[in-house]
């Protein structure tokens, strides 16, 4: 179990916090999670990023698959984060140009789907 704040969401066309800068595809752009989470548990916990859904006009769509930025030294670690330790992760979703609106933020292993607020982009 965590608990998840949603610190910032942003979108760009580029991403330059990797090894590498990082453009888009055409017709699309980045929306940048950047979060702050904590392990409940009294075990070690894997870190899953969850979906955003962002309502656009009058249609909630989901985005679930993250951008890998090599490089980042906010990605989400590969290894499990130990009880009660605050870990600051970014996580990046590609979006399509045309999607603007509130963002919602369902971070993963939440069998609640409890979805925290990231703003409006």
Partial sequence: MFANRADR??????????????????????????????????????IVPGSVIINSGSKPYRFSVTEEIIGDPLAIPDDPINPLIPQKIRVVFRIPDEVSGLVRWEPGWNPDRLAVSCGKI
């Fill in 9 to 46: 969401c942003t979108t760009s066309t580029t991403t330059n916090f990797g090894l590498l800068s990082v453009s888009a595809q055409p017709g699309s752009k980045f929306l940048i999670l950047e979060a702050t989470i904590k392990n409940l548990s009294n075990n070690p916990q894997i």
